[in-house]
């Protein structure tokens, strides 16, 4: 098939009309039960950022009782296909494993009389999960092309937080198959609404702020490293107000955890907190970060002023990065989500985000990243909710762009 993006358009249209394509694009209508169950299932299995191993387990089951080749990867990502042993170019549709927070018992996880399913992570990412398996199923029975590319379902850890996409930067640049991925269909959260394909850059920090310590009333007018902390992050908030922005880009920070102290009546001996800055420009994350480090500096000076005795040290370490990257104007896989959206009547915005996309976009590797249906909310908490209706458009919408992807991967998803 040529690049050419008339001719492409032309072979879409053509892909999308085959019988076993407009048949296989069906299940997931007729199947509404049991991919339900299925979510149901596997966000009941706990996956905490680092500890996805029982998660892991479990999805590789359900892989291995389709009739897939499925083992673990040096990182702990689930890979499954119909072989292993490819030697070709591939394309990777992937989902990750772990989630913000973790249910502690089944019933944590519950299905309300009008099927909604509420409970931590059923969204984020229960969807992305269920739907991959259910494109796994799909897979499996349609007819293979043996001009199709391989097609290599991925459940990878590591995508939350201070995961920091460890197991996708594993699958893209150590693993077997890394210089073999032609492009990569990411599964993140619910919605048909958006195509994300452009990688929001981020960097995350640790300030550390230390001193001696001591009793509240005893040793009062001791440097305290909670109050320097709270100097320096009300200093970095008023610094860099969104309301001073000056940029035409946008940019995000968070003070998103803050430790410290022993008892109420102590004068801690240390502070932390943790901080996440995004942009999308990543010099102007640079320029954030430098101010963040001055601003813990003089929160840090100005406790010293107030108080009469004791030092504070103070650390502020780089925890986190998460690369950017935008699929280029002109990448074919614009086309095929385009068509894709055409065909199922979808009217779809296209965003930037950070996902498990980023990394393959940081490595010019085609990617995009879509909901995969239904719809959800309360991402990251404990009231996380997601509703079914419309999945299966969600559904078709990525099953078509798998075939597309692999259809003509070999001879232009590159480019």
């Avoid at 995004?278 to 963040?292: F, K, M, P, Q």
Wanted: charged residues 20%; proline residues 5%.
């Amino acid at each position: 098939m040529s690049a050419e993006p008339t001719t492409l358009k032309t072979g879409l249209e053509g892909l999308f009309s085959l019988p076993s394509v407009r048949t296989s694009s069906t299940w997931f209508a007729a199947n509404r039960a049991s991919i339900l169950d299925q979510q149901v299932a596997l966000c009941r299995v706990p996956a905490p950022t680092f500890l996805e191993e029982r998660r892991a387990a479990h999805m590789r089951a359900q892989f291995l009782a389709m009739g897939y080749d499925s083992r673990l990867d040096g990182a702990g990502n689930v890979l499954a296909a119909r072989s292993l042993d490819i030697r070709s170019p591939l394309v990777v549709v992937s989902a990750h494993l772990d989630t913000v927070l973790s249910p502690r018992r089944d019933e944590d996880i519950r299905v309300e009389a009008d099927g909604t399913i509420r409970g931590p992570g059923v969204a984020d990412n229960g969807a992305g999960l269920s739907g991959l398996l259910a494109l796994a199923k799909v897979f499996r029975e349609l007819p293979e092309d043996p001009k199709d590319i391989p097609l290599l379902f991925v459940a990878n850890v590591c995508e939350e937080g201070e995961g920091n996409l460890t197991g996708m930067r594993y699958l893209c640049r150590e693993s077997e198959f890394a210089s073999r991925i032609a492009g990569v269909l990411v599964l993140d959260g619910p919605g048909h609404e958006h195509i994300t394909c452009g990688a929001l850059a981020s960097r995350r920090f640790e300030v550390l702020l230390q001193g001696k310590g001591g009793h509240s009333w005893s040793d009062f007018g001791t440097a305290n490293p909670v109050h320097a902390l709270a100097r320096a992050i009300a200093l970095f908030a008023d610094a860099n107000s969104p309301a001073l922005n000056q940029h035409a880009e946008r940019y995000s920070f968070n003070v998103g955890l803050l430790q410290g102290g022993a008892s109420i009546n102590s004068i801690p001996q240390s502070a932390s907190a943790k901080v996440d800055i995004r942009s999308e420009r990543e010099s102007l994350i640079h320029d954030l970060a430098e101010s963040l480090k001055r601003c813990v500096e003089r929160g840090a000076q100005q406790e010293q002023e107030h108080a009469r005795r004791g030092k504070l040290t103070v650390r502020v370490r780089e925890i986190g990065a998460r690369p950017g990257g935008r699929l280029p104007a002109d990448s074919p896989l614009f086309t095929i989500a385009a068509a894709v959206d055409k065909e199922l009547g979808i009217q779809s915005q296209m965003d930037t985000s950070s996902t498990d996309a980023n990394i393959p976009l940081s490595l010019g590797i085609p990617a995009l990243s879509l909901g995969a249906g239904g719809a959800g909310g309360g991402a990251h908490t404990t009231d996380e909710w997601y509703r079914p209706e419309g999945r299966d458009l969600g559904l078709r919408r990525a099953f078509l762009m798998l075939c597309a992807m692999r259809a003509s991967a070999g001879c232009y998803l590159s480019k």
